[in-house]
């Protein structure tokens, strides 16, 4: 969408296929025959628009101020994902004894019953 703003030059190919089936009945010394056609045409069409050789800066400010802010946002992500990664890997090796051997499950063998 930001990329549309740009006024850059735009490429387009439309390519359209169109086949026709005929078919001629003959009859020839008693003889009923059939005759059938087949044609195919394929047809490309390639458009390329541009309003002018080079984009705008004002729009080319605008789109690098647009990237600049998702990089930060990107950031930010990234490192609440890392910072929540490592209080769940903190407590599972604060806890790896506990996780290992739950309570109940010890070597003793006296239990409560």
């Known amino acids: 969408e930001a990329l549309d703003k740009l006024g850059l030059p735009k490429a387009s190919l439309t390519e359209t296929s169109v086949e026709v089936t005929s078919s ?6 008693g003889v009923a025959s059939t005759e059938e056609a087949t044609k195919t045409s394929t047809t490309k069409e390639s458009k390329t628009s541009s309003s002018s ?7 080319v400010q605008q789109l690098n101020s647009i990237q600049v802010q998702n990089y930060a946002l990107m950031k930010e992500a990234f490192n609440a994902v890392m910072t929540g990664l490592m209080t769940v890997l903190d407590n599972m090796e604060k ?3 506990k996780l ?3 309570k109940g499950m010890g070597s003793s063998g006296m239990g409560m019953y």
């Open 24 to 29: 001629d009945k003959k009859k020839a010394a």
């Open 53 to 59: 050789p080079f984009p705008d800066p004002a729009r």
């Open 95 to 97: 806890n790896s004894e």
């Open 100 to 102: 290992e051997t739950p």
